[in-house]
């Protein structure tokens, strides 16, 4: 299984960029990578998803080097809403496995 | 995009009682959805997984005769706690996957408080 580790925890200050890095050597050849975001008391809810180099989409970046061992979640710009903790997940969907598996994320402070 | 609703949010009720948790996909078809619980702080741990007209496959250590699922729709598991107990309060969190889909989606949780 892929295992994956996360910083425990990050603080950062509204306005500021934040990247959050995801260890995962044991990456599998069909494995994607997924970002998922947790408010308390919510489900995961869905940022990005990537299998190799830069995905970008309206929230987020996702930074994955070509070895794929590890990847970066970009968040530009960060408001008081973001805290939150935040889920990387490696995985093929299509055979569940090991992107089912939850780490223990990162938890991500804002301050003002 | 994808959207997956669970019901209740909330649900009280009395230990020794069972109580039923719905997890309905709404603008797709799931063939496959996921139970977790998650205890306050911690992470999400996997208790089962629902596939569409067959059983669900539980992780170790999850009692199938406890949580009991079905997922007898395209659209639509339920997980009922049977005999609940204190031990059993949880946030209860349903994910699915969507037939051609490489992501999973997840539901909005549901807290049981079991007194």
């Known amino acids: 299984l892929a295992k994956t580790t996360q910083p425990i925890s990050m603080d950062s200050y509204e306005g500021q960029e934040v990247n959050i890095t995801c260890s995962h050597n044991?990456?599998?050849?069909?494995?994607?990578i997924t970002w998922y975001q947790q408010f308390p008391s919510q489900g995961p809810r869905f940022i990005i998803q990537?299998?190799?180099t830069k995905v970008t989409n309206e929230v987020a970046s996702l930074f994955i080097p070509a070895d794929r061992k590890s990847s970066t979640l970009s968040l530009p710009r960060v408001s008081l809403s973001d805290t939150a903790v935040y889920y990387c997940?490696?995985?093929?969907?299509?055979?569940?496995?090991?992107?089912?598996?939850f780490g223990g994320g990162t938890r991500l402070m804002v301050k003002p | 995009g994808a959207v997956v609703s669970q019901h209740p949010s909330w649900v009280i009720c009395k230990s020794g009682t069972s109580v039923k948790i719905e997890c309905r996909s709404l603008d797709f078809q799931a063939t496959t959805m996921f139970w977790y619980r998650q205890f306050p702080k911690q992470s999400l741990m996997l208790m089962a997984t629902s596939n569409e007209g067959s059983k669900a496959t539980y992780e170790q250590g999850v009692e199938k005769d406890k949580f009991l699922i079905n997922h007898a729709s395209l659209t639509l598991s339920t997980l009922t706690v049977t005999s609940a107990h204190p031990e059993d309060s949880s946030f209860y969190i349903c994910?699915?996957?969507?037939?051609?889909?490489?992501?999973?989606?997840f539901g909005e949780g549901s807290w049981l408080t079991v007194v």
């Open positions: 997940l490696v995985g093929d969907a299509y055979n569940a496995g090991n992107m089912l598996t």
């Open positions: 990537g299998y190799k």
């Open positions: 044991n990456i599998a050849t069909n494995d994607y």
């Open positions: 994910s699915a996957r969507g037939t051609g889909r490489n992501t999973i989606y």
